[in-house]
């Protein structure tokens, strides 16, 4: 409860939604040029080709808020490809939420693939198959983390909810701020059935676009303390400081692991033969 104390006696009351400018938000890390902001700062895109990927990150670090992208991934044959879109802190007990969307050869569908890290320890893979195609248009994919709740949604429907069970001995991320990243890369050594699969180099480049970035959150500022949007700042009676899983959400997060999650870490005995990490057994 330390940081999540500090949080509270730190935070300004004070809008910081940022909404939508790639220039303003972001800056593009590595790829040397091919990543591309056009159209006035409201798109950014990625691309891969043979030699390189690309990538960007965000300007600001944030602890706690609603993280929203919509992201068109890309097309056709995009096996061995991998796009990465996740919140993540530094070192080497670094903090991490991730989104990753593993390639696909033509007409099969996308892997979704989930993750939480604390303190550096992941190990808690989640993974779907879309119920849409995500190359024919552009998809809103969201965090909200908040002191009680990680919550994973796609086009605002919740697939995945990671709850804080720190009295439980189960570790939560809430201390460490964390910047917003997303890369495409080559990864077909694993990330198409297994590696079984390799990129198809004559059809690069390949190319994933990003558009209507909205952040609501806590800024974390040099200083230590955290910049608030009012609508869900400490003490506010709704807004995602204070957002769960709706019983609405419940049922649309149970239709989603019924019918198109295809891996779970809560399930997988082989990997943990001294027991299943604890969280799996808390309802």
């Known amino acids: 409860m330390k940081g999540f104390l500090f949080l509270l006696?730190?935070?300004?009351l004070v809008v910081v939604a940022s909404a939508g400018n790639f220039?303003?938000?972001?800056?593009?890390?590595?790829?040397?040029?091919?990543?591309?902001?056009?159209?006035?700062?409201?798109?950014?895109?990625?691309?891969?080709?043979?030699?390189?990927?690309?990538?960007?990150?965000?300007?600001?670090?944030?602890?706690?808020?609603k993280i929203d992208m919509q992201i068109k991934l890309v097309p056709g044959n995009s096996a061995g490809?991998?796009?990465?879109?996740?919140?993540?802190?530094?070192?080497?007990?670094?903090?991490?939420?991730?989104?990753e969307f593993l390639g696909n050869?033509?007409?099969?569908?996308?892997?979704?693939?989930?993750?939480?890290?604390?303190q550096g320890k992941g190990n808690r893979e989640m993974q779907f198959?879309?119920?849409?195609?995500?190359?024919?248009?552009?998809?809103?994919?969201?965090?909200?983390?908040?002191?009680g709740h990680v919550i994973f949604m796609v086009d605002g429907t919740p697939i995945r909810d990671f709850r804080n069970l720190?009295?439980?001995?189960?570790?939560?991320?809430?201390?460490?701020?964390?910047?917003?990243?997303?890369?495409?890369?080559?990864?077909?050594?694993?990330?198409?059935?297994?590696?079984?699969?390799?990129?198809?180099?004559?059809k690069a480049p390949f190319v994933a676009s990003y558009r209507n970035f909205k952040a609501d959150a806590c800024v974390a500022s040099s200083s230590g303390a955290s910049k608030c949007a009012s609508n869900g700042a400490p003490g506010s009676n709704n807004g995602w400081w204070n957002q769960e899983v709706d019983s609405t959400g419940q049922e649309r997060m149970k239709w989603v692991q019924k019918n198109y999650m295809i891996y779970n870490y809560?399930?997988?005995?082989?990997?943990?033969?001294?027991?299943?990490?604890?969280?799996?057994?808390?309802?």
């Not at 006696?9 to 300004?12: E, M």
């Not at 809560?266 to 309802?283: H, M, T, V, W, Y």
């Open 9 to 12: 006696l730190t935070c300004s």
């Open 23 to 65: 220039y303003q938000d972001f800056d593009i890390t590595w790829g040397d040029g091919r990543a591309k902001i056009p159209d006035n700062g409201h798109l950014l895109t990625l691309s891969l080709d043979k030699a390189s990927g690309s990538g960007f990150q965000s300007k600001s670090e944030y602890l706690f808020g």
């Open 81 to 99: 490809t991998v796009t990465a879109y996740y919140l993540s802190s530094q070192g080497p007990t670094h903090d991490e939420i991730d989104f």
């Open 105 to 118: 050869l033509s007409g099969d569908p996308y892997t979704l693939h989930t993750n939480v890290f604390t």
């Open 129 to 147: 198959k879309l119920w849409f195609d995500p190359t024919e248009d552009f998809h809103t994919y969201s965090i909200l983390w908040n002191p």
């Open 166 to 202: 720190e009295s439980k001995g189960v570790a939560f991320p809430k201390d460490q701020p964390m910047r917003i990243y997303s890369s495409l890369w080559d990864a077909d050594d694993w990330a198409t059935r297994g590696g079984l699969v390799k990129t198809d180099w004559s």
């Open 266 to 283: 809560c399930n997988d005995f082989k990997r943990f033969p001294q027991g299943l990490p604890p969280e799996c057994s808390i309802a």
